[in-house]
Structures are given as structure tokens and as C-alpha cells.
């Protein structure tokens, strides 16, 4: 699948007293990317978790190269690097105007909500990973 652009601006509730984003919140900032990528893809995390699908995210590679600052044009990316019988992963990158200044490796697993145990994508997801 190609590459998939969200655009996010850095507001105050996002930054620390020197108006500098939190670290934590590249995270969220990542996590809302790949929400949208999903509904892209036409699928919700609310019609997942009905139909007793849960995503989680197994594993989080992360490198901060540089901050971003209150008011921040930024555009995060979440591209598909692999996927296997229940896991997914992405490769994510924070940038402001092309610069990168944070970059993520995602494994997403695909679990049975009510075991809680890894179970294998619903075969209309798997299809949209290579579409």
C-alpha cells in the first residue's frame, strides 16, 4: 500500500512549558495517522472492536532527531512495511516542512477481542494491505 499523509498542527495542549511537543504525543500524533490509514482503508477501530477485532501495538521502535514547536505545520506518515497471518508493520515518520524529526517502527497485532489472543486479520483487511 502507498504511503499515507495525515497533516497535524502542534497546539498548546500538545507542548511542554517551553512550548516544545511533548514526546509522548509524536506518539499519539502516529496513532491518529494510522486510525485515519485504516479508515482509509474503510474500516473503523469502533467496527473492528464490534465485530471482536482488537489492534494493538506489539512493539515501538522510535528516534527523535529534532522538536517540534507549538504551532507546527506538521504531516505524518504511516506506510505498510510487512504483514504476516496477525501482525502488521509500519514504518512512521513526523515531519514539518519535509524535515523529519521523528521516525517510528510499529508492529500492530490483530487479537481477539474477548481472548485477547492474536487471531488472523479479517480476510476484507488482509486484502487492503496489498491494495
Known amino acids: 500500500m502507498s ?8 497546539y498548546i495542549e500538545d507542548t511542554d512549558a517551553g512550548g516544545i511537543v511533548y514526546y509522548v504525543n509524536y506518539l499519539k500524533y502516529m496513532e491518529r495517522a494510522r486510525s485515519e490509514w485504516l479508515r482509509q482503508c474503510g474500516f473503523t477501530q469502533r ?10 501495538v506489539h512493539r515501538l521502535e522510535c528516534r527523535y532527531a529534532k522538536p ?24 512512521q515518520t513526523v515531519t514539518r516542512r519535509g524535515e523529519p524529526l521523528c ?29
Not at 504511503?3 to 497535524?8: A, D, G, I, R
Open 3 to 10: 504511503e499515507f499523509h495525515l497533516p497535524v498542527r502542534v
Open 47 to 56: 467496527a473492528l472492536l464490534d465485530a471482536g477485532i482488537q489492534l494493538v
Open 103 to 131: 521516525e517510528a517502527r510499529v508492529d500492530i497485532a490483530c487479537l481477539d477481542a474477548a481472548r485477547l489472543k492474536p487471531t488472523p486479520w479479517p480476510p476484507a483487511l488482509a486484502a487492503a494491505f496489498h491494495g
Open 68 to 91: 517540534a514547536r507549538l504551532d507546527d505545520d506538521l504531516t505524518v506518515s504511516a506506510t505498510v512495511q510487512s504483514h504476516g497471518r496477525c501482525r502488521l508493520q509500519f514504518a
